[in-house]
């Protein structure tokens, strides 16, 4: 909630309404319908995160000696319930069973997929109990090989003993980092994932935390046995520089605009507009430009060596060499006006979203504003294009990048076309809590 206060203005009466918790609980099963007590439950949220669908981890616990598990204090949502057997007891316990199978981290009810698993959605305060998830037995396999270029990798800087590259495998194309194995990485540059279930896997490796470098990656496919002899080309981390043009009012000073890459990275240009970035791994990355609060400034063009890479967005793949220009326009378009109330006063937030059926695209592109307390907004530095202009109590962030409920209320926004330079001034109706409420429940939309 945003409140804006005048100089000597007393507010009161503030109403905060909190949401009650949920929970869910269940028991564990092996593929005999026997009580499983080693190991433990996890469970992941579903998002979206730069235009896909992604699970997040969301809490978890052990079983206890009936098999049983409670995972309380959860928010309403859209959940996924994984089971995952504790693999050292079996590798003690179970490695010399006759069939060479052993239990699999299993997506409730019973898959060891999370894409043919079963969502569980809870609203406010639902206490769901009696959740059972059958583990599924299956082969694992190992993948080995060896990274190329490892001899050249520098420790990263500021890391310490954690600076070392890291290897990991994930299920291609997963929802879910539940589908990740780490790997072992030997001095001579052999490496291992040890115990993977079949299926497609991107072997990555990386480096650091913050930022995480990625130095590699290779595509794999496990079948029926072992995979050998992959090798992953390792490139080391290098510094890009670049410039920003200013297009348009030349008395912007450079200087002031911010420039945002990836999620942790960001910095201001030089007098003359030059930057450098460094230590940027293989990519893909992600590069914006702001100015102050109130400019109209968008970063309108991005040039990587003789290519023009879409959305902002480039990529260090190969040894890809060039310097970045990125060029600003400072003529963004903008988006002013009120909304039209049909209920009590309440927090309504103004979101204004491309027309694209480009996720990625959608997700960078979307802009948003809260009204101050005379009902009124403004969004700035828009770049043109065709957008919906919608106003909404209580929408949760992730709604707004979900391509079903925009479908949903497709109808119910305000359609515009923003030419560069042009301000228009818009009503816009409001979609109120009763109307949205049962939409984001009915898709499990926390």
């Known amino acids: ?78 959940y996924y319930v994984v089971a ?77 003993p954690f600076g070392a590259p890291r290897l990991s495998a994930s299920r291609a194309n997963s929802l879910s980092e539940g589908n990740s194995y780490s790997g072992t990485i030997q001095a001579d540059g052999s490496f291992e994932v040890t115990a993977v279930p079949p299926g497609v896997y991107q072997l990555r490796v990386d480096q650091g935390f913050f930022p995480r470098v990625v130095l590699g990656d290779e595509s794999v496919q496990v079948d029926d046995r072992d995979v050998r002899d992959v090798v992953i080309s390792l490139q080391p981390p290098r510094s890009i520089k670049g410039k920003i043009t200013i297009e348009g ?7 002031k605009l911010y420039i945002l890459l990836d999620s942790d990275q960001h910095q201001t240009p030089q007098e003359d507009g030059s930057f450098v970035f460094e230590q940027l791994g293989v990519g893909p990355h992600r590069i914006d430009v702001n100015g102050k609060r109130g400019d109209d400034v968008y970063l309108k063009t991005v040039r990587f060596g003789d290519t023009e890479p879409q959305n902002g967005t480039f990529s260090l793949t190969g040894g890809a060499e060039g310097s970045l ?41 979307t802009r948003q504003a809260i009204l101050d307390q005379n009902d009124f907004f403004t969004i700035h530095a828009i770049p043109p294009g065709s957008y919906s202009l919608y106003a909404a109590q209580d929408v949760p962030q992730g709604a707004w990048s979900d391509p079903e409920f925009l479908q949903e209320v497709a109808t119910k926004g305000v359609k515009l076309q923003l030419g560069e330079g042009e301000t228009k001034s818009i009503e816009v109706p409001v979609l109120s809590k009763a109307v949205v409420g049962p939409l984001l429940s009915r898709l499990g939309i926390e």
Not at 34 to 43: A, C, M, N, R, S
Not at 129 to 140: H, K, T, W
Not at 249 to 255: E, F, G, I, L, R
């Open 325 to 365: 220009e990125l060029i600003v326009s400072t003529r963004g378009a903008r988006v002013t006006g009120t909304v039209q109330r049909t209920a009590a006063k309440r927090t309504v937030e103004v979101v204004l979203i491309p027309d694209t059926n480009d996720g990625e695209k959608r997700e960078f592109l």
């Open 1 to 78: 909630m945003q409140l804006n206060l005048t100089a000597g203005q007393a507010l009161s009466d503030l109403a905060i309404t909190l949401t009650p918790q949920a929970s869910i609980s269940g028991r564990v099963v092996d593929d005999d319908c026997d009580i499983w007590t080693h190991g433990g439950v996890k469970l992941f949220r579903s998002v979206r995160k730069q235009g896909r669908r992604q699970l997040e981890n969301a809490g978890g616990g052990d079983v206890n000696d009936r098999g049983d598990f409670r995972i309380a204090d959860l928010a309403p949502g859209k």
């Open 249 to 255: 009012d030349k008395t912007v000073d450079v200087s």
């Open 84 to 160: 995952e057997p504790d693999s050292g007891w079996q590798s003690r316990f179970r490695s010399a069973s006759s069939d060479g199978l052993l239990s699999q981290p299993t997506w409730y009810p019973g898959s060891l997929d999370v894409e043919a698993a079963t969502p569980v959605i809870l609203t406010d305060g639902q206490d769901l109990a009696s959740l059972e998830v059958r583990l599924r037995r299956g082969a694992v396999r190992n993948i080995r090989g060896h990274l190329a270029g490892l001899n050249q990798i520098p420790k990263a800087p500021g890391q310490g």
